[in-house]
């Protein structure tokens, strides 16, 4: 209930700065820009998205090792339409992977959540490079930029609940506890309630059973040193990749902004998508990367205009070759 409070307030708050953003906007200055673009760096960042896309499909074919071992094209189809079903919903963005590891295994006949855990595990690991860069880019805020008192809270806040949140991760894995349903429904009278399954036990074996085969895939892959080192290595150079995108459209305009500017609004951003309410955080994630934008010192044209054709190419990939994956695979995968 808190979590749902809390996702309400953050909104408010994002949209209401959303709003008096674009009310600032001054439609003769942004096509004043868009008629001195260069093309050729325009091209070149719309190509690094599909690079980002190679990686990220490169990456799950490390995680899948053991499992299945998919042609590389056909992966490429399985996270273009997970891509799609991640921005067409709200939320953390991990509505893709169920649906990934479904057509994989309808595909090769192999069992869906021992997949499915197997693809968490990478998404784990890219949220763990993913949450150092936004972390990272808080310190430098807070460090290096004069900013709004209330918003310098806000951060430290936010550092605060992920240090508590990472202290707990250590904790758990240190004390090695292990969560089997079964036994928390028997040891916990509160939690044989909260059973859904507790008049059919062939249904809760069977659930259990597909909680069995994911977490256990799950933890082979996220332990798995080379796997992990690989995880890792490759996600790394995907959001450098995706950290390319506005920089070389900043470059398109003649305008060269230090790299540690770009990954701090992308890096940002993209953490506020994640709780955003809207499909694939559209509107108050390009919203937010323009104040951050803003108030590094861009001007608020250029910076409406990079946050704006970044979403554009994000959205062109995401969204129409998403959806036409989705549909290739729907009708290829019986």
Do not use: C
């Not at 499909?57 to 053991?66: D, H, I, M, P, S």
């Amino acid at each position: 209930m808190m979590k749902k409070y809390l996702k309400i307030f953050s909104t408010i708050v994002i949209l209401v700065l959303v709003i008096y953003l674009f009310r600032k906007i001054n439609i003769f200055e942004i096509h004043t820009l868009f008629k001195r673009i260069d093309i050729l760096y325009f091209i070149l960042a719309f190509s690094l998205y599909l690079a980002s896309v190679l990686i990220f499909t490169l990456r799950n074919v490390y995680f899948l090792k053991g499992i299945v071992q998919p042609n590389f094209l056909f992966l490429l189809n399985t996270t273009f339409a997970g891509f799609f079903i991640n921005i067409m919903t709200p939320g953390s963005q991990i509505g893709g992977e169920p649906v990934r590891a479904y057509f994989i295994g309808r595909k090769y006949d192999k069992s869906k959540s021992k997949i499915l855990g197997a693809l968490f595990a990478d998404r784990v690991i890219h949220a763990v490079v993913s949450l150092f860069f936004g972390v990272f880019s808080i310190l430098f805020l807070i460090k290096f930029i004069n900013i709004p008192s209330e918003f310098k809270i806000i951060l430290q806040t936010f550092l605060f609940f992920v240090s508590l949140f990472l202290a707990l991760g250590i904790f758990l894995r240190i004390k090695n506890i292990n969560f089997d349903l079964k036994v928390l429904f028997k040891k916990f009278r509160l939690l044989r309630w909260m059973n859904p399954f507790r008049k059919n036990k062939k249904l809760l074996e069977k659930v259990l059973k597909i909680m069995r085969h994911f977490t256990k895939s799950f933890a082979k892959k996220i332990t798995h040193k080379k796997t992990l080192f690989a995880g890792i290595i490759l996600s790394l150079i995907y959001w450098i990749i995706i950290y390319s995108i506005p920089y070389f459209l900043f470059l398109a305009f003649d305008i060269r902004v230090n790299f540690f500017f770009i990954i701090i609004a992308t890096s940002l951003g993209s953490i506020i998508g994640e709780f955003s309410p809207t499909p694939g955080g559209i509107g108050i994630m390009e919203g937010f990367m323009i104040f951050l934008y803003s108030i590094m010192g861009i001007s608020f044209p250029l910076a409406i205009t990079i946050s704006l054709l970044t979403r554009f190419i994000t959205y062109f990939y995401d969204l129409l070759i998403g959806g036409l994956n989705l549909i290739y695979l729907k009708d290829r995968v019986k």
